[in-house]
């Protein structure tokens, strides 16, 4: 493995407590600052890989390194601190009900904060300004102080991805980030992945179901299928036999967020201007 990789994975497999095998023999290294997407179908072990990069799931087999560490040589308190370098975003946020969005927000700076700030904030917002900047970014700005149970789940979804852009981890990692949104909502909220990745330099690596977002939003794209890797690709040559073998299994038409779904316009859509 290279010092150069923010990710690096070799030869990894993980096989559930149960026996089912969701990865097997995947190879992966992302470089500081790259954005990659990793679609496939439904089952084909694209949570697993977040959660593995995440550190929530150890590898079976394999190597692991994140951010110039291997995660499960450390001890507690650097583990710790190699986690904090980390933000996921989940499909389905665990954020509790009864919390109010402002403190959900602020939540993703706590591996970064002293006990005693974070007990404060608790009691009174430690910085308002800067979670109604970021929840304004994903149109939730007026959503400041609400209670999370009174969320749909599209508006949580935003709410967990506004915590991990507030933490303004090193390493982006989002799974299935916009599955609870519309077409225009999702594209908005992808565009905010690439926008922090590239004003913060962050690694960015997400899993999508919708082939139009990846192809939009990201220049390279991974193909993952049964827990292997089928493909990994710029995506200027991702082929639409590529996608449709890739997702056989699906029936004819490609998972995607718009109808109409165009390949060669998919590509070649410029990105906004905030976003290059």
């Given amino acids: 493995m290279t010092a ?28 500081p600052g790259a954005r990659v997407a990793v679609i496939g179908p439904s089952g ?3 949570t697993s890989l977040l959660r593995i990069a995440a550190t929530a799931l150890r590898a079976s087999e394999g190597r692991v390194e994140l951010l110039g560490a291997r995660p ?17 975003i989940h499909q389905a946020p665990p954020i509790p009900p009864r919390l109010r969005v402002i403190t959900a927000v602020l939540a993703g700076r706590l591996g970064a904060w002293s006990g005693g700030r974070a007990l404060a904030s608790l009691l009174v917002p430690a910085d308002i300004a800067g979670a109604q900047a970021v929840l304004a970014r994903l149109d939730l700005a007026d959503r400041l102080f609400d209670r999370c149970d009174r969320l749909s ?24 980030p916009v599955s609870a949104l519309d077409p225009a909502l999702a594209d908005l909220a992808v565009g905010e992945l690439i926008a922090q990745s590239q004003a913060t330099g962050a690694t ?22 049964a827990g292997v ?18 997702y056989a299994t699906e029936g004819s038409l490609l998972p995607t967020q718009a109808h109409g779904f165009d390949l060669e316009g998919a590509r070649a859509r410029p990105l906004p201007t905030a976003c290059r």
């Fill in 153 to 176: 789940g599209g508006q949580l979804q935003r709410v967990g991805m506004a915590r991990v852009l507030y933490q303004a981890p090193e390493l982006l990692l989002a799974d299935e």
């Fill in 44 to 46: 084909a072990g694209k």
């Fill in 4 to 31: 150069e990789a923010a990710l690096a994975l070799e030869d990894v497999g993980l096989v559930h407590a149960n026996g089912q095998r969701a990865l097997q023999g995947v190879t992966l290294r992302v470089a």
């Fill in 72 to 88: 499960w040589q450390l001890r507690a308190r650097p583990l710790k601190a190699l986690r904090a370098r980390i933000g996921l």
């Fill in 204 to 225: 960015l690596l997400a899993s999508l179901h919708a082939v139009d977002l990846a192809l939009k939003w990201f220049d390279r794209i991974v193909g993952l299928r």
């Fill in 229 to 246: 890797v089928v493909f990994d690709a710029p995506a200027a040559e991702v082929s639409p036999g590529m996608l449709h073998e890739l």
